[in-house]
């Protein structure tokens, strides 16, 4: 039967997770899941089953599978399949779909999945015939995992999981991938030895732990400043004496500053998109005032934005791979000075005792005090909001593999990326910091974590609004706030409601007991934190935003 082959492709192809909302017109693969050793975990919504299935993809490099119906279940897993696009995450959505007969007629909840889905995934498809099941999944899997990885989408007509078939499973996916050329690595390092100032920006997907550790080892041996892009901190350790910090929103400005003054810029994996290139304006578009190497995996994103110097065709780990390849200068680079005060001003930038906000509770604290307790492989989540930079200026990621952010701004990943870090691994802590407006878009997701037994700690920095819309409106419309306030529950009580553990947090003593109670209860636990709304920027507070703009 079409349902029990699709799920025979998936274990041929090495799936061990499923996240799904079940849907009627889907039963026969359902059916199929029942017969194997796939771990299904049944979600709340299909926007958080599929951020779920992103969130895996990211962890391992391999497809996230989600599984919803047709119609609004299509719909409401949009979402996910927006931030796979946007962040180069392999990802493949399985959706019902209406019998053969009946499409084209508006039957219940159909959808034309080519049509809306076509501009967000890497190819949407339909399969019409049982027989073609093994071709078309490892297709699927080829297509999510190579070039530039990505979302799948595949529509399964539910008479068409109902016939039978005797055909063979396709062997197991494999990413093709090349390596750079011994030309195109001499001309690297001939340009870096030429080099006044140069900066490696680090960002995309398609990095392992080794490539990781292959590029510290090079950036080691050459004194090579090394940044990284927006939401991509886990790709180089902070504590690493070549990392001058992140550039994305609410960067250094001195950060910034170093690579305006650069001379070459070695990007590798990343497209330097809109929020780290600072609107388009770090990198002059198309030809960079700096020299420019680019190294990326999909041909077609060489030289879209910005004309290369250098442009290869590789993925960060064939690189990275590489680099062991390139002898290090015998002598200290002419840019060491520069290097030193880079890194001096990450240091001061990064210092939580150097800021103080408004409130009884102090985020720097916060954090400062997740980085002492938590173990370097905690895996730290969130979705969109003011609340993020904190995370993002303050914890220190050392680590490949600890981060789930999405770099497509989408709000409600968080919580849903949780459980799916600790469906994949059990034994690591999560922790999800979610503002009071992103924990409510998937809340019904801690009812997963409930029902599954997974202790994830989510934070929820509770300020009662949305607060970068706020930030903006005080901007460009000081002091007439619109759309912008929220009366929130008692999310402890929330928490305890599902079965989990839920406590309130009003000042900066009180956070670490809490915190240690909530890991102690052995529960999925939210500590439900009051935040000043003043408090909206580490830099600045709601009312001097709204003077600033006032006056001008």
């Known amino acids: 039967m079409g349902g029990h082959l699709l799920v025979d492709q998936l274990v041929a192809h090495g799936v061990r997770h499923v996240f799904c909302v079940p849907g009627e017109s889907y039963l026969a693969v359902l059916d199929g899941l029942h017969d194997h050793q796939i771990e299904v975990t049944v979600c709340r919504q299909e926007g958080g089953a599929s951020m779920m299935a992103d969130a895996h993809g990211k962890l391992t490099g391999e497809p996230g599978i989600c599984m919803v119906t047709r119609g609004p279940g299509a719909a409401n897993a949009m979402a996910g399949v927006h931030i796979a696009k946007q962040d180069s995450t392999p990802l493949i959505l399985f959706v019902g779909q209406v019998e053969r007969g009946m499409r084209e007629r508006e039957a219940f909840q159909e959808m034309d999945y080519r049509a809306v889905f076509g501009t967000q995934a890497k190819w949407v498809t339909e399969i019409d015939q049982v027989e073609r099941i093994p071709e078309l999944i490892a297709r699927a899997f080829h297509v999510a995992t190579s070039g530039r990885p990505g979302p799948v989408v595949i529509a399964l007509p539910e008479d068409m999981l109902v016939e039978t078939a005797q055909v063979a499973d396709a062997p197991r996916y494999q990413v093709p991938d090349a390596s750079p050329s011994e030309a195109q690595m001499q001309s690297i390092a001939a340009r870096l030895a030429q080099a006044r100032q140069p900066v ?99 041909p077609s994103e060489l030289n879209r934005v910005y004309i290369a110097n250098e442009a290869v065709n590789v993925s960060p780990a064939a690189f990275c791979a590489a680099l062991g390849t390139l002898q290090a200068p015998a002598q200290a680079p002419g840019w060491a000075d520069a290097l030193a005060a880079a890194r001096a001003s990450y240091e001061r930038w990064t210092d939580p005792s150097r800021i103080r906000h408004p409130g009884a509770l102090q985020m720097p604290q916060v954090m400062q005090h997740l980085n002492e307790i938590l173990p370097a492989d905690a895996i730290l989540c969130n979705g969109a909001g003011n609340y993020a930079t904190w995370l993002h200026r303050f914890r220190r990621f050392t680590r490949y593999g600890t981060q789930l952010a999405p770099t497509s701004g989408s709000m409600g990943y968080g919580l849903p990326a949780a459980v799916g ?70 999310f402890a009580a929330y928490a305890q409601a599902f079965g989990g553990y839920g406590e309130r947090v009003e000042t900066t003593e009180q956070f670490a007991p809490a915190l240690q109670r909530a890991m102690a209860s052995g529960k999925p636990a939210i500590l439900h934190c009051m935040l000043d709304p003043e408090a909206i920027t580490p830099a600045q507070s709601l009312t001097a935003i709204r003077e600033q703009a006032l006056k001008h």
């Open 421 to 490: 870090a600790k469906r994949l691994y059990p034994e690591r802590t999560v922790v999800c910091l979610a503002g009071d407006g992103c924990f409510m878009m998937h809340g019904q997701e801690f009812a997963t974590a409930v029902q599954y037994d997974l202790p994830i700690i989510v934070l929820i920095i509770d300020n009662g609004m949305y607060g970068t819309i706020r930030m903006h409106q005080e901007r460009h419309y000081p002091g007439r706030v619109s759309a912008t306030v929220l009366r929130n529950p008692d």
């Open 200 to 298: 490696a920006i680090l960002g995309g997907s398609r990095w392992s732990e080794e490539a990781v550790e292959q590029f510290k080892a090079f950036a080691q041996a050459w004194k090579l400043p090394v940044a990284v892009q927006f939401r991509r901190q886990m790709l180089f350790p902070v504590d690493h004496p070549s990392f001058i910090g992140d550039i994305g929103l609410g960067s250094n400005p001195q950060l910034l500053q170093f690579v305006r003054d650069s001379d070459l810029v070695l990007m590798v994996g990343g497209r330097f998109s809109e929020t780290p290139s600072q609107s388009y304006t770090l990198l002059d578009v198309p030809v960079p005032r700096q020299h420019l190497v680019h190294i990326h995996p999909d």
